[in-house]
């Protein structure tokens, strides 16, 4: 069945150093959403991503989906202590079928 | 405009008992979610309902049931609870399936079976 793998699996950075997550899918996606989870929180909706190369920003984050629609990726520029959480990635294969999710990428965020 | 509400938040339960998780959502969407989240293993789908009176399967089925009366009512039966269904457990919705659809999370419930 369709997989989403993330990595890493943590990631604990400096405040103001930059951080990325990467997502990949087994099979070819139709679209990839982003979530932000905060701690003892809910996952929150970031964005979505359609088209094959698509580049979306949200002040300092960059959203990438792959020409093959297979992978992408979540940057944080200069992050701040407001970024830790955990960041997932969620697939949808087509018209049928569920969002698979990945299982996140913690980021921690040291002052 | 509450969103996606569950209930109970923090629930203990011993082995073998039942209960019941609510989630009640005030969006009119047609597409309602239960997840299952441990440590390690993100976000799991439990059971789906893509309209009133619908119920499908999703990833991680086994040890629970679900009902979908209302529109906005979306309920997770646990009919004898055993220690490895302790977990975090998240109700969703969304306007339509998933494909396009941004899925709006409930805040949790916390149910630890001892």
């Known amino acids: 069945g369709q997989q989403v793998m993330q990595i890493p699996q943590y990631q604990h950075v400096q405040e103001g150093e930059d951080f990325t997550t990467y997502c990949n899918s087994s099979t070819t996606l139709s679209n990839i959403q982003w979530y932000k989870q905060r701690p003892g929180g809910h996952p929150v909706f970031l964005i979505q991503?359609?088209?094959?190369?698509e580049v979306k920003k949200q002040k300092r984050l960059t959203f990438q989906f792959g020409e093959a629609k297979k992978n992408s990726s979540l940057h944080i520029t200069a992050t701040q202590t407001t970024d830790v959480g955990t960041y997932f990635c969620?697939?949808?294969?087509?018209?049928?079928?569920?969002?698979?999710f990945g299982k996140g990428t913690k980021l921690s965020v040291k002052p | 405009n509450a969103g996606v509400t569950q209930t109970p938040k923090f629930r203990v339960l011993k082995t073998g008992q039942s209960m019941t998780l609510l989630c009640a959502q005030d969006?009119?969407?047609?597409?309602m979610y239960w997840y299952r989240q441990d440590p390690g293993m993100g976000l799991r789908l439990i059971h789906y309902?893509?309209?009133?009176?619908?119920?499908a399967k999703g990833e991680v089925p086994d040890g629970y049931n679900v009902s979908r009366l209302k529109k906005q009512n979306f309920l997770l039966g646990l009919e004898s609870a055993a220690p490895s269904q302790t977990s975090v457990y998240f109700c969703?919705?969304?306007?339509?399936?998933?494909?396009?659809?941004?899925?709006?999370f409930g805040e949790g419930s916390w149910l630890t079976v001892v």
């Open positions: 969703a919705s969304s306007y339509g399936d998933s494909s396009g659809n941004t899925i709006y």
């Open positions: 309902s893509v309209g009133e009176g619908t119920t």
């Open positions: 991503l359609v088209k094959s190369g």
């Open positions: 969620a697939g949808h294969g087509g018209s049928q079928g569920n969002l698979i």
């Open positions: 969006m009119n969407h047609e597409y």
